[in-house]
């Protein structure tokens, strides 16, 4: 087994699954650091899919992780069952184990730092969303880490 093997075994793509875009953020379980990755804006779910199977293809993933989108208090709302469906979808699709993960504030807290940042307006916007998959991957490495 070859050095790159062994990375391959750890990395991890995670998902900010979203109606119009989908943010994507990449990890690493050795080292338990997430980086925001791209942003899927594609309307046609066969493009959207055809766009993760070019990143599964290129960072070759041992998992993914999927934002779990619910109200503040923890119970599921209409946007719960679309991400659990795309998660199942994408375990489908790439014959790759899919978990969830909470994802409450992420968005927000995403723009927030955007925004401390001095990003704002149509720049935030593109790349919120991977930074908000890339909190959503932070958190599953910080628990899974332990």
């Known amino acids: 087994m070859g050095v790159g093997d062994a990375s391959r075994e750890s990395t991890v793509l995670a998902f900010d699954f979203g109606t119009?875009?989908?943010?994507?953020?990449v990890g690493d379980l050795a080292t338990r650091i997430a980086h925001p990755?791209?942003?899927i804006e594609r309307e046609r779910e066969a493009e959207r899919f055809g766009a993760i199977a070019s990143l599964v293809a290129e960072?070759?993933?041992a998992r993914l992780v999927v934002g779990l989108p619910v109200h503040a208090d923890g119970t599921p709302h209409a946007?719960?069952?679309r991400a659990q469906r795309f998660g199942r979808q994408l375990a489908g699709r790439?014959?790759?184990p899919v978990e969830?993960?909470?994802e409450r504030?992420?968005?927000?807290?995403a723009a927030a730092s955007l925004s401390e940042a001095?990003?704002?307006g149509r720049r935030s916007k593109e790349v919120r969303d991977r930074v908000a998959a890339q909190l959503i991957l932070q958190a599953w490495l910080d628990d899974h880490g332990r």
């Open 20 to 25: 119009r875009r989908i943010g994507v953020a």
């Open 37 to 39: 990755l791209a942003t």
């Open 59 to 61: 960072w070759k993933p």
């Open 79 to 81: 946007t719960t069952a």
């Open 94 to 96: 790439t014959g790759l």
């Open 100 to 102: 969830f993960a909470d």
């Open 105 to 109: 504030h992420t968005t927000q807290d």
């Open 118 to 120: 001095g990003l704002g």
